[in-house]
C-alpha cells in the first residue's frame, strides 16, 4: 500500500537517513524501532513532506507519490499523528475530531464521529473539554483519534507510548489494534521496542539513519543477537 | 502633595462614575474591535503587525471619503471601511508577508516590512486627504440615561461590538474556516496534517481582520477627527489589548480591551485629580503592556482559550 | 540659501545619522537585537545636550554626558526588556519611544514641552561666518564619527564581537559554550544606546533648537532603513546606509524645488522608502554590503599563506 524505495532524508542540508526503503500493505502493522536520534520519525516526516526527501522514491496504492505536501497526502489516506504537540490544545475533544476531519465533504462525519466515541469511550465523557486540559493518556487517545478522522488507509503513529503510564499504554495498544482490526495499515515509530514488536507483524530496526535488520517481528524478537546488538533487550 | 490632597479628595467624589463606567465600555469597545484582526493575524502569522494601525486608518477615509465626500450618508461608510481595509490586509499578506515568509524572512525583518508597509499608507493617505486633521460633517446627538451621557455614535459603536463579538464568536466555533483558524494558530503542523490549507486560512483571517480594523478606525475617526496617525494613535493600546488577551486569543482580547478601557478611563481621572497632564492616558496602556510581558508573558489566554 | 551651506548641511547630516546607525548596526546587525525604538535613546541625548548646555557646561562635557545618560536608559531597559522574545521586545521599545517623547512633550518645566528648546551656540568664535561655523560642526561630528567607528569596528573583530555573532545565530549554542548571554547582549545594548545618545548630542549641538517632533518614530525607521539597505552587521554597510538614506531625503526635496512634482516631498519620500525597504527584504535581504568577516591574526595568517602558494 505504502512503499518507501532507498530514501535518503533530513532537515536543511543535513543527511540524517540514508538508503532505507519500507513498505506497509493492506491490514497489516509494521514497527519501525532504534534508539534517539536514529532518524526514525525523519524517515516517516519525509515521506509526507514535513522534512526534505533527498533521495528515493514513494509510492501510494501503486502511484508514485514522491514530494508530496502534507495536506496532499491527507487528502489521499495518509494520516499522521506526530509525537508532540499533537492535538489542538486551545479546542475541545469534539472540535478536535472536527478538525481531522477537514478535508473529507462526504456526509458519514457524523457516523464516522459516533464510531470513533465508541472506540474511545473516554473521549465521549470529555468532548466540550479542552484538548489542553486532558490528561497524558488521554491525550494520545484524542491524538489518534483525529489521525483516524481522516478517514486514512494507512496511518502512521510517532511514538504513541511515548511518556504514558503502564495503564494507558495497554489501553493505547488495544486501541491500535482494533484499528488494525478494521482494516487501516498502521506504521508505529517506537522507542519501547518490546511492545512495538509484540503488536506488529513486521519491523524495520534504525541505528544511525540505516536500516540494520528488517522482518518478521516475531523473529527478531526471538533472535538472541538482535536482541542483544540492537534492541537492548536481554537475551 | 500634603495640600492638594483633600482637595483630590473632594475631586474624586465628584466624579460621576457611572459615566466613567460608560466611557470605559465604549473606549473598550473600540479597542476590541480594534484589537481582534492583530490578534488573530498576530497568532497565525506569528508577527505582529505594525501596519494594523494603517488599516485602521485607511478604514476611516474611506468611510469619510464616502459618506462626507460624496454625500452617501454615515452608514454606507461602515461598507467602504470594511471593503477597502479588508482589501488592502489581503493585498498585504499576499502580496508581501506571504511572500517574505516563504523566503524564510526573520521575524526582525518581517517587522521592519510591516513598518514600511504602514508608511507607505500613512504618507499615501497623508497625500491623498491632507495632514491637516479633518471631521465628519455627521452631529451626533447626545442625550442622558439616568446620569450617563451618551451620544447615539457610542450606542452605534457599542452595539457594533456586541454584533462584531457575536458574529466572531459564531464564525469560530461554528464554522470549518473558524477551528481552522483557531486551530492553526495553536498548531500549524497538525493543521497542515489535517490537510488545512494554511495559506487560505490565513488570508481570510488577514482580509477579516483588517476589514474589523477598518470599522475600529472609522468609530475613532467619527468620535475625533481623522489624521493620517489615527491609527498609530491607538496602535499601543491595541498592542496591549492583543498581549494582555493572549496573543491569538480572540476571548482574551475581549476581556483585555474592557480592562484596558477601565484602567484608561479610571486612569484618566485620577491623573486629572491630582493635576498631572492627561496625554499619559497612553502610559496607563503601556504600563498594562510591560507588567503582562515581564509577570505573564502568555496574557489571560489560558483562562480564556 | 548658500549651496556650499547646504552641501555642508548634508555632509553634516549623514555624519550624524551614520553614528545613530552605527549604534543601530551594533545592536541589530551583530547582537540580533531588534531595537525598535532607537529614537528614544537619540532624544535622551539630544534633550540631555540641550539641558547641559543651557546651564553653561561646555559643548564636549555636554555630549560626553549625554552619551552616558543614554547608555544608563539602555541598561536599565535592557534589564528587563532584553529578557523578552524578539517580537515583544520590538513592541517595547518601539513604545517606550513613544512614551518618552510623551514625557518631554506634556512636562514643560523639563524643556519647554511641545514649544522646544533653544541653546546657545557651542561652537563660535569673533568673526565666524557661516560657513565656517558649518565647517567647524563637520570637524566636530566626524571626529566624533570616526572613534564611533573605530570603536565598534575593534568591538565587532574581538573576540567579544565574535561571542556576540554567535549569540545572535544560536542562543543555545552559545549559552551552552558558557557565554552568558544576556550579559553580552545588555551590554551590546548599553553601547549601542551610548552611541545613539552621541549621535542625539551632535544633533541637538548642531540645530541649536529641538522639540518633540524631531523625535517622531520615523527617524528610528529612517536609521533602520540605513542599515538593511547598506547590510546589517558590516560597519561600512551602515555608513554607506547612512549616506544613501540622506542623499535620497535631500533628493526628494529638491526634487520638489526644481521639478514641480505634483505630490508633498515629505510623503514621497516615506512613500518610497516604504518602497524601498519592503523591496529590498524580499529581494535582496542581506542589503549592498555582505556581512563582514572576522578580522583574526590566525585568519590574517592564512590568508597571507594562501597568496603566497
Redesign the interface.
Same mark, same amino acid.
Given at each position: 500500500m505504502l512503499i518507501a524505495e532507498n530514501i535518503d532524508a533530513g532537515y536543511g542540508d543535513v543527511v540524517i537517513v540514508h538508503n532505507v526503503s519500507i513498505k506497509v500493505g493492506k491490514g497489516e502493522t509494521i514497527a519501525i524501532v532504534g534508539p534517539n536520534g536514529s532518524g526514525k520519525s525523519t524517515l516517516i516526516k519525509s515521506l509526507l513532506g514535513f522534512a526534505c526527501l533527498f533521495r528515493g522514491r514513494v509510492f501510494y496504492q501503486g502511484k508514485e507519490i514522491t514530494g508530496i505536501t502534507p495536506d496532499r497526502a491527507v487528502a489521499l489516506g495518509i494520516s499522521y499523528v506526530p509525537q508532540l504537540n499533537n492535538v489542538f490544545v486551545n479546542l475541545t475533544v469534539a472540535e478536535n475530531l472536527e478538525m481531522g476531519a477537514y478535508i473529507r465533504k462526504d456526509g458519514t462525519v457524523k457516523a464516522d464521529i459516533a464510531e470513533i466515541y465508541r472506540l474511545f469511550p473516554e473521549l465521549e465523557a470529555r468532548r466540550g473539554t479542552w484538548a489542553g486540559n486532558l490528561s497524558g493518556g488521554e491525550r494520545q487517545m484524542l491524538a489518534i483519534a483525529r489521525g483516524m478522522m481522516t478517514n486514512p488507509k494507512v496511518i502512521l503513529l510517532d511514538e504513541p507510548l511515548a511518556s504514558l503510564s503502564p495503564k494507558s499504554t495497554s489501553l493505547i495498544l488495544s486501541k491500535i489494534e482494533k484499528i488494525r482490526d478494521s482494516g487501516t495499515a498502521i506504521v508505529i515509530i517506537e522507542q519501547n521496542v518490546k511492545k512495538a514488536l509484540d503488536s506488529s507483524q513486521r519491523s524495520y530496526v534504525l541505528v544511525d539513519g540505516t536500516c540494520v535488520l528488517e522482518g518478521d517481528s516475531h523473529s527478531i524478537l526471538s533472535d538472541e543477537t538482535a536482541r542483544r546488538r540492537y534492541l537492548g533487550l536481554k537475551a | 502633595m500634603g495640600e492638594r490632597l483633600p482637595l483630590v479628595i473632594y475631586f474624586l467624589s465628584m466624579v460621576n462614575w457611572a459615566q466613567v463606567l460608560f466611557n470605559s465600555s465604549v473606549t473598550g469597545c473600540i479597542y476590541l474591535i480594534s484589537a481582534v484582526g492583530l490578534t488573530l493575524t498576530y497568532g497565525l502569522s506569528k508577527f505582529p503587525n505594525f501596519a494594523h494601525a494603517e488599516f485602521m486608518t485607511l478604514g476611516a477615509y474611506a468611510g469619510y471619503f464616502l459618506a462626507d465626500q460624496l454625500g452617501l450618508g454615515f452608514p454606507s461608510a461602515f461598507v467602504a471601511a470594511f471593503i477597502a481595509s479588508g482589501i488592502l490586509g489581503a493585498l498585504s499578506y499576499r502580496g508581501i508577508f506571504q511572500p517574505l515568509a516563504k523566503r524564510g524572512a526573520s521575524l526582525i525583518h518581517l517587522m521592519v516590512a510591516a513598518i514600511g508597509l504602514g508608511f507607505v499608507i500613512r504618507h499615501f493617505v497623508g497625500e491623498l486627504w491632507g495632514w491637516s486633521p479633518r471631521s465628519f460633517k455627521v452631529t451626533w446627538s447626545a442625550f442622558d440615561i439616568g446620569i450617563v451621557r451618551v451620544s447615539d455614535l457610542w450606542l452605534w459603536l457599542i452595539f457594533a461590538a456586541l454584533a462584531m463579538a457575536g458574529l466572531m464568536h459564531l464564525l469560530l466555533t461554528k464554522t470549518k474556516i473558524g477551528k481552522a483558524i483557531r486551530g492553526t494558530s495553536s498548531n500549524p503542523e497538525l493543521a497542515l496534517a489535517s490537510g488545512v490549507n494554511i495559506n487560505r486560512v490565513t488570508l481570510v483571517t488577514w482580509l477579516v481582520g483588517a476589514a474589523l480594523a477598518g470599522i475600529a478606525g472609522l468609530f475613532r475617526g467619527a468620535g475625533t477627527r481623522l489624521s493620517p496617525m489615527l491609527g498609530w494613535d491607538i496602535l499601543l493600546p491595541t498592542f496591549a489589548v492583543t498581549i494582555l488577551g493572549g496573543i491569538g486569543s480572540f476571548y482574551g482580547a475581549i476581556a483585555a480591551a474592557f480592562i484596558i478601557g477601565l484602567a484608561e478611563n479610571i486612569g484618566v481621572v485620577f491623573l486629572t485629580s491630582f493635576g498631572i497632564s492627561t496625554e499619559y492616558r497612553m502610559a496607563i496602556a503601556f504600563l498594562i503592556l510591560i507588567i503582562t510581558l515581564i509577570l505573564r508573558p502568555g496574557g489571560l489566554a489560558r483562562m480564556f482559550r | 540659501m548658500d549651496p556650499l551651506i547646504y552641501i555642508l548641511d548634508i555632509i553634516v547630516f549623514v555624519g550624524i545619522f551614520a553614528i545613530v546607525a552605527l549604534s543601530l548596526n551594533l545592536e541589530?546587525g551583530f547582537a540580533?537585537l $531588534?531595537n #525598535?525604538g532607537k529614537v528614544a535613546f537619540f532624544l535622551t541625548g539630544a534633550y540631555t545636550y540641550a539641558l547641559l548646555s543651557q546651564i553653561g557646561l561646555p559643548f564636549f562635557l555636554c555630549l560626553i554626558i549625554a552619551a552616558l545618560i543614554s547608555a544608563s536608559i539602555g541598561f536599565l531597559i535592557s534589564l528587563?526588556a532584553l529578557r523578552?522574545?524578539?517580537?515583544?521586545l520590538?513592541? =517595547?521599545t518601539?513604545?517606550?519611544g513613544?512614551?518618552l517623547r510623551?514625557v518631554v512633550?506634556?512636562?514643560h518645566w523639563i524643556a519647554g514641552g511641545v514649544w522646544g528648546i533653544t541653546m546657545p551656540s557651542a561652537i563660535s568664535w569673533a568673526g565666524a561666518s557661516p560657513r565656517m561655523m558649518a565647517a567647524a560642526n563637520i570637524g566636530l561630528v566626524y571626529f566624533c564619527l570616526i572613534l564611533g567607528f573605530i570603536l565598534v569596528q575593534l568591538v565587532s573583530n574581538s573576540p567579544y564581537g565574535r561571542v556576540l555573532r554567535a549569540i545572535r545565530e544560536d542562543e543555545t549554542a552559545a549559552e551552552a559554550l558558557g557565554k552568558d548571554r544576556f550579559k553580552y547582549k545588555a551590554q551590546a545594548f548599553m553601547l549601542g544606546s551610548g552611541l545613539a545618545g552621541l549621535g542625539g548630542g551632535l544633533f541637538a549641538q548642531y540645530l541649536r533648537f529641538i522639540d518633540p517632533y524631531m523625535f517622531l518614530?520615523?527617524v528610528t #525607521?529612517s536609521v533602520? &532603513?540605513m542599515v538593511?539597505i547598506g547590510g546589517p552587521a558590516n560597519n561600512w554597510g551602515a555608513l554607506l546606509g547612512a549616506t544613501l538614506v540622506e542623499l535620497f531625503s535631500r533628493g526628494t526635496r529638491i526634487l520638489k524645488d526644481y521639478l514641480l512634482v505634483p &505630490?508633498?516631498p515629505?510623503?514621497?519620500q516615506?512613500?518610497l #522608502? $516604504?518602497?524601498? &525597504? =519592503?523591496f529590498i527584504?524580499?529581494y535582496r535581504?542581506q542589503g549592498l554590503l555582505k556581512e563582514s568577516q572576522v578580522k583574526t591574526k590566525a585568519l590574517e595568517v592564512i590568508s597571507r599563506w594562501k597568496k603566497h602558494s
Open positions: - | - | 541589530y540580533g $531588534g #525598535f528587563s523578552l522574545r524578539e517580537d515583544y520590538a513592541i =517595547v518601539l513604545t517606550f513613544e512614551i510623551l512633550k506634556a512636562e518614530p520615523t #525607521f533602520w &532603513i538593511i &505630490i508633498d515629505n510623503n514621497l516615506y512613500i #522608502f $516604504g518602497l524601498l &525597504i =519592503v527584504l524580499l535581504p
